[in-house]
């Protein structure tokens, strides 16, 4: 404001990188003969603040233990600290431990201070030298001693990109639903409906472009399968009425989101004469994905794994093969990620995701080892990439660590 100074002040911010270190180490300080603050007829009511030492010789306050009152030799309480908090993993960094006499005014009286590290701590339990020398105002001023210094060794779980670095292949499959229900290419209301010269941007390119550019750079070699369900033509060997289940829309794999997208569009193209049919079955095309994902995994010494993304407009006729085939699907390298386009309800497809309680089980008895399987209902998401983003790969990060976890399947090292 007018005629105020200009000058607020300043704050200082200290930034470091820290080293991934899961690493506790469980402290208790005791004290002796510290040096009394409160006169001839009171005693000091210690405490001990911990302080480690920035690469510029400042010191940053790491932890604070509580007060002891009216005592010059405090015993103060076991605790179990991180060490990455302490000394971000350098067990020789200097630390300082520094005495407060505590006033309820907030006004501390400085009681001394010894130059240390974790290291000397934990390496000093039991031995006399392990007594050391509080300095106050450059004299003496009593003693400080761990009386418990104990580390406690943990390693940091993996994460999915610590496995991806170490050349976990991730693997992409792609399934598009041809049954009658999406309505003919011809007709504008048609889900497939595909305008002049094949771009028509309906839902179906819509969620292969997207999604399939979400889940390309995750692909190491971006060459993917692409299949189609619910749908009869040449593929089936002249048995044009035979409705197929699981065919492939391109006779080897495809290069990138816009291999799928050409590949999509190029099935109705004359010469492929395919048709629309029903019903709508899940079973054989998770059944084809997960033995392609077992054969991708083999082939890269178990350091592969593979996602089967299914795009459908409406609710499954084979409820009971398709959980059996995903409860089997469970013991492989695979999730299913369900993409529902157009208005359908889906509920069946909730069911699927096995969110719930008890999981994905079967009348029969039989239940999923695991959750493999995500449904994002399109519409909510279209016109937000990034939502879309979040929502498709929600569980996909934890669902491929389940897995590996399981078989005992390590991050490969150099």
């Known amino acids: 404001k007018a005629g105020k100074s200009d000058d607020l002040g300043c704050v200082t911010l200290r930034a470091e990188e820290v080293c991934e270190c899961l690493d506790t180490v469980t402290l208790q300080f005791g004290g002796l003969k510290l040096a009394n603050k409160d006169g001839f007829f009171g005693k000091s009511d210690p405490f001990l603040q911990i302080k480690r030492c920035n690469e510029d010789g400042s010191y940053t306050l790491v932890h604070k233990t509580e007060v002891v009152m009216d005592n010059l030799s405090p015993n103060w309480k076991e605790e179990t600290l991180s060490v990455s908090m302490i000394c971000n993993n350098d067990y020789h960094r200097p630390l300082r431990l520094q005495v407060y006499d505590w006033d309820k005014d907030g006004s501390h009286d400085d009681m001394g201070f010894v130059d240390t590290s974790l290291a000397s701590l934990v390496a000093s339990i039991g031995r006399p030298e392990g007594r050391l020398k509080v300095l106050c105002n450059g004299k003496q001023a009593g003693q400080l001693y761990a009386k418990v210094a104990r580390v406690d060794k943990k390693e940091a779980e993996p994460t999915l990109a610590t496995y991806m670095s170490a050349g976990l292949q991730i693997s992409l499959m792609v399934a598009v639903d041809y049954t009658a229900s999406n309505g003919t290419t011809t007709d504008p209301a048609s889900l497939h ?4 010269n094949g771009s028509g941007g309906n839902q179906y390119q819509q969620a292969i472009e997207q999604i ?3 889940l390309e750079p995750y692909d190491s070699d971006r060459k993917f399968p692409i299949w189609g369900y619910g749908g009869f033509g040449e593929f089936t060997k002249g048995e044009k009425k035979h409705t197929s289940h ?19 569009s190029s099935s109705f193209e004359a010469d492929y004469a395919l048709c629309l049919s029903g019903p709508t079955n899940f079973a054989p095309v998770i059944l084809k994905a997960r033995e392609h994902a077992k054969a991708v995994a083999e082939a890269n010494g178990g350091q592969a794994y593979s996602v089967l993304l299914i795009i459908t407009d409406g609710e499954i006729t084979d409820m009971k093969d398709t959980k059996h085939a995903i409860i089997g ?12 386009v157009g208005n359908c309800e889906f509920k069946k497809m909730t069911i699927l995701d096995g969110d719930g309680e008890d999981g994905l089980t079967t009348k029969d008895g039989m239940k999923a080892s695991r959750d493999i399987v995500q449904f994002v209902p399109f519409r909510d998401f279209r016109d937000d990439k990034e939502k ?4 498709t790969l929600a569980e996909f990060p934890a669902q491929v660590i389940e897995y590996l976890k399981s078989k005992n399947i390590q991050p490969k090292k150099d």
Not at 246 to 264: H, P, T
Not at 388 to 391: G, K, N, Q
């Open 212 to 214: 399939g550019g979400i």
């Open 246 to 264: 699981c065919f492939e829309l391109a006779g080897s794999e495809v290069v990138g989101a816009k291999g799928l997208l050409d590949a999509y």
């Open 193 to 196: 409906f595909l305008g002049p």
């Open 388 to 391: 879309l983003a979040t929502a």
């Open 329 to 340: 699907a469970c013991e492989e390298p695979i999730s299913v990620i369900i993409v529902g």
